[in-house]
T-cell receptor, first 112, second 114 residues
Framework: DAKTTQPPSMDCAEGRAANLPCNHSTISGNEYVYWYRQIHSQGPQYIIHGLKNNETNEMASLIITEDRKSSTLILPHATLRDTAVYYCIVRVAGTGRRALTFGSGTRLQVQP | NAGVTQTPKFQVLKTGQSMTLQCAQDMNHEYMSWYRQDPGMGLRLIHYSVGAGITDQGEVPNGYNVSRSTTEDFPLRLLSAAPSQTSVYFC?????????????FGQGTRLTVV
C-alpha cells in the first residue's frame, strides 16, 4: 500500500471548514484513499473513502486531485466534537489482506 | 447490533503473566484484526484473520497468539506479558468482499504490564 504524508497538527475555528491535506504521490491506479479519525483514544471511526472522483457523505467531503497524488478531507462546519486525530490511508482494493496501515495522522484541534 | 465488543476495558498484569483479550462482533464479518497503539503513535497490526480457521501475522506479532474458531470471536492471547506490551489494543472487523468496505473498531483494551 502507498505511503501517505500528513501534517502533524492543524487548528480550526469552530463553525469554519476544516481542510485536512494528504499527500500520496506513489499511489497506484487500484488504490483507494480512506479517511478515519480517532477521538480521544477511542477506536478509530471510518469517515469516507474514494478512488478518483470526489465523494461526499453526511460527515465530510473528499477531494482527490486529478493525478490522484494528493487529497483533502473537508469537514464543512467543524465543531468541538471534531477534535481528533485524522488518518489518511491508501489501500489496494479487493485484497484478501484487508488490514489498514496507519501513519501518525493529523491532530485537528477545533477552537471555540 | 452491538458492533465490535472488546473485554476487558482495562487490565493490569505482572511481568510473565498470561491473559486473553476478548473480541466479538455480531455483524457476520469475515475479516477481523488486532492492532496495538502505543502513546502518541498510530495503530500497528498484530494479527488478522480472513475467516474462521484462518489467521496470519501482521507487523508486530511477536509475543501474541490468536485463533479464530468462530466467525464472531477473535481472541488475542499474551503468552508471557512484558512491559513492552503496555499499550492500547484495538480489535476491528469488516466484510471480506472484493469491494471496499469500512472497518469497525472496538473501544479498546488498555493494558499495563508492571
Amino acid at each position: 500500500d502507498a505511503k501517505t504524508t500528513q501534517p502533524p497538527s492543524m487548528d480550526c475555528a469552530e463553525g469554519r471548514a476544516a481542510n485536512l491535506p494528504c499527500n500520496h504521490s506513489t499511489i497506484s491506479g487500484n488504490e483507494y484513499v480512506y479517511w478515519y479519525r480517532q477521538i480521544h483514544s477511542q477506536g478509530p471511526q471510518y469517515i469516507i473513502h474514494g478512488l478518483k472522483n470526489n465523494e461526499t457523505n453526511e460527515m465530510a467531503s473528499l477531494i482527490i486531485t486529478e493525478d490522484r497524488k494528493s487529497s483533502t478531507l473537508i469537514l464543512p462546519h467543524a465543531t468541538l466534537r471534531d477534535t481528533a486525530v485524522y488518518y489518511c490511508i491508501v489501500r489496494v482494493a479487493g485484497t484478501g489482506r484487508r488490514a489498514l496501515t496507519f501513519g501518525s495522522g493529523t491532530r485537528l484541534q477545533v477552537q471555540p | 447490533n452491538a458492533g465490535v465488543t472488546q473485554t476487558p476495558k482495562f487490565q493490569v498484569l505482572k511481568t510473565g503473566q498470561s491473559m486473553t483479550l476478548q473480541c466479538a462482533q455480531d455483524m457476520n464479518h469475515e475479516y477481523m484484526s488486532w492492532y496495538r497503539q502505543d502513546p502518541g503513535m498510530g495503530l500497528r497490526l498484530i494479527h488478522y484473520s480472513v475467516g474462521a480457521g484462518i489467521t496470519d501475522q501482521g507487523e508486530v506479532p511477536n509475543g501474541y497468539n490468536v485463533s479464530r474458531s468462530t466467525t464472531e470471536d477473535f481472541p488475542l492471547r499474551l503468552l508471557s506479558a512484558a512491559p513492552s506490551q503496555t499499550s492500547v489494543y484495538f480489535c476491528a472487523s469488516s466484510y471480506r468482499t472484493e469491494g471496499n468496505t469500512e472497518a469497525f473498531f472496538g473501544q479498546g483494551t488498555r493494558l499495563t504490564v508492571v
